[in-house]
């Protein structure tokens, strides 16, 4: 349609269904306001902290990487790190193995495959409190479950509880129960999206299970393995709960991770400037995870 | 390598419900036979039960006169095509027709070698090192095909592999799997629900239609002389024209008469009819138009569907019916026009309440 008042010539633009409009920030504004507020200020206060000396009532003055050179000066914080990184190489391979196992032998249309994917499942929805009590009644010496079974046979079970050696280990046993869920159902899911007539063809070519299971299904769910891998890290890295409730860390600060030195150290010793760098930390260490998880999925060709 | 097929008595069971009652099938070795039928007709499953991908109720299936109904899928020495390709999608072209191979620890030279012959005679050289993901459909069903040739079965089975394609590569894929038959001499059983494939390719077309065969025979005879009333009007297009009759004799033949007075001529032998309703098939072709003859074989235009060799009108009678008709390429008739309408009796088929089909002696030579 040509413009009367111009003159011009110009062609009316024809309707674009998907052009950007304004009013559509509506909708999304409640939740930016919330990201903003409570993820994207704390995000920079916290790095902001990170650089001052700091405590509850007033933040002093900026003392530069001071709060990072304490940080790595205090043999307690290493410590931590390499708990985290012990606890996140005992659980993260043993959830994504597990996961696919049980994953594998529940990818079937049986009443007792539902049933038993319900209960591996069920343990998810527990909350940490209820899932430390359960281990610790498990664990508990003379008395526990543990004891019981071990006491049956004539032997003494392993004190996970209080062992220096094993402490972590009982954790990450009592972790891996909590979090199988969700690597099972994500397996699972990865599992049902295989085309069935693959499996004829294999079945056609001669393949025996092994062979199949090797060159047909792994393969195919390459991608939910990596993604199940890297949940999994950005999750256990900020193990907390089950440390607390479980040993409090102990003994000799031998279960302490990052996330319990960070609240020992900045809402217990008031000591927030350097609670906030070895938070930063933490965020460095699981930033590294995610990138490692967006560039490994991006690559979408290559499955 | 190439083998005969028999299927006695099979019958296959979802539930409760029966799919494949009792049936039997001898397909000599070398023979291209196509499964025809509508959806649902059971050819799909006869064909996976044949592949060991569904069991088998009752019944036997024998290859070479030895029976492989309770041997896994992989034992058979069957390769088929499926309808979506079924490539392994992470893996090249190349190992994608080697898997089989390696399976069943065949030399590696071995393998080299024949999917390097497999890869000229399709064409598909250089997509060996490709994924599946990089290939068009034409070409994914080419390495389908080649992935099955590399094998070497006794018979090749095809479960509607030129479905997904494309009206041009359809028609051009069919000419090749018939170079391919040629080629390979081997046995193949082709399963479709497109009468066009069945006609072009088959030996011999085995018509399926309600847990039964209506009908095996080859294309022209299928075409020529069904057997069935279901048989006629699924093979040809467009469906062949039904009208229901009462039927007189005259000199030994049957002549068919409607309720508005239309009369048709056969060539039909009246021996063994017992008298009652029946319905009368004609082909389009046999139908031809001309000008109003003003008797009871003239109706109004309805539709026109150009097909350019000819034309196909669409003449609805004075009593209602349709009758589909056929005229030149170049037709000059148009919608609504009062034309009359020319039955070439002597190629009429009758089916009566059964569905059974009588022919005349002539509608066996076209």
């Not at chain 1, 960070?262 to 260490?285: H, K, V």
């Amino acid at each position: 349609m040509a413009d009367p008042v111009n003159g011009n010539a110009r062609r009316a633009e024809s309707v674009d269904i998907y052009a950007p409009q304004w009013r559509n920030f509506l909708f999304v504004a409640p939740y930016l306001f919330i990201f903003a507020a409570f993820l994207v200020f704390p995000l920079f206060w916290g790095i902001w902290l990170s650089f001052h000396k700091a405590d509850t009532f007033s933040s002093g003055p900026f003392i530069g990487f001071g709060n990072y050179a304490r940080l790595f000066r205090d043999g307690i914080f290493l410590q931590s790190i390499w708990n985290t990184f012990y606890f996140v190489f005992l659980t993260v391979p043993a959830l994504a193995l597990i996961g696919l196992f049980l994953a594998l032998c529940l990818n079937r249309q049986t009443r007792s495959a539902a049933v038993l994917r319900t209960l591996f499942f069920s343990s998810s929805v527990l909350s940490v409190t209820i899932v430390t009590l359960i281990w610790r009644i498990v664990y508990i010496p003379d008395m526990g479950l543990l004891s019981m079974i071990y006491g049956f046979f004539g032997a003494k079970a392993p004190a996970f509880l209080s062992d220096p050696d094993i402490a972590m280990i009982g954790i990450a046993i009592a972790t891996i129960w909590w979090c199988i869920g969700l690597p099972m159902m994500l397996f699972l899911s990865a599992l049902q999206q295989i085309p069935q007539d693959i499996y004829e063809a294999a079945a056609l070519d001669n393949a025996n299970r092994w062979q199949t299971l090797r060159s047909i299904t792994l393969p195919s769910i390459k991608r939910t393995f990596v993604l199940v891998v890297i949940i999994q890290i950005v999750f256990q890295f900020q193990l907390f709960g089950q440390a607390w409730l479980m040993t409090k860390g102990g003994p000799n600060n031998l279960t302490k991770p990052i996330v319990l030195y960070i609240y020992n150290t900045a809402f217990q010793r008031w000591d927030i400037g350097l609670g906030a760098a070895a938070s930063e930390i933490l965020f460095l260490l699981i930033l590294v995870a995610a990138m490692a998880q967006f560039l490994l999925t991006r690559r979408k060709a290559d499955a | 390598m190439t083998a005969s097929i028999d299927i006695k008595n099979v019958t296959k069971r979802f539930g409760s419900l029966t799919v494949l009652d009792e049936l039997s099938l001898s397909i000599p070795a070398n023979e291209f036979v196509v499964f025809l039928g509508p959806s649902g007709c059971g050819k799909s499953t006869l064909l996976r039960m044949i592949a060991g991908l569904e069991s088998v109720d009752s019944g036997e299936i024998l290859i070479n006169g030895e029976r492989i109904d309770n041997q896994p899928p992989g034992q058979r020495g069957v390769a088929m095509v499926f309808q979506s390709y079924a490539l392994y999608p992470h893996m090249t072209v190349g190992d994608n027709m080697a898997f089989g191979l390696k399976n069943i620890s065949v030399e590696r030279s071995v393998i080299d070698a024949r999917i390097a012959e497999a890869a000229r005679m399709l064409e598909i050289g250089h997509l060996l090192d490709r994924k599946p993901g990089q290939l068009s459909g034409g070409q994914r069903q080419r390495v389908a095909i080649g992935r099955a040739v590399v094998k070497e079965p006794k018979a090749f089975l095809f479960d509607e592999p030129l479905s997904n394609l494309d009206a041009a590569l359809r028609t051009r894929t069919r000419i090749e799997l018939a170079q391919l038959h040629q080629r390979l001499k081997s046995t193949m059983i082709f399963v479709t629900h497109d009468q066009i494939e069945a006609m072009t390719l088959a030996d011999r077309i085995v018509v399926m239609n309600n847990r039964k065969i209506e009908q095996i025979g080859a294309p022209m005879e299928i075409y020529n002389r069904p057997a069935t009333r279901f048989v006629a009007g699924f093979v040809g297009a467009p469906a062949m024209n039904f009208l229901p009759v009462k039927i007189r004799v005259e000199d030994g033949l049957v002549t068919a008469a409607t309720d508005a007075g239309l009369c048709i001529k056969t060539a039909i032998p009246s021996e063994g009819l017992a008298a009652g309703d029946y319905e009368l098939g004609l082909r389009s072709e046999h139908v031809r138009i001309t000008p109003p003859t003003g008797d009871a074989a003239e109706g109004v235009v309805d539709v026109l569907e150009r097909l350019g060799e000819r034309t196909l009108v669409y003449v609805r009678l004075n009593d209602g019916q349709q009758i589909v008709g056929s005229d030149s390429g170049d037709s000059r008739v148009s919608v609504g026009d009062r034309v009359g309408l020319a039955f070439e009796g002597a190629k009429a088929h009758l089916f009566d309440a059964t569905g059974k089909a009588w022919h005349g002696r002539e509608s066996g030579h076209g």
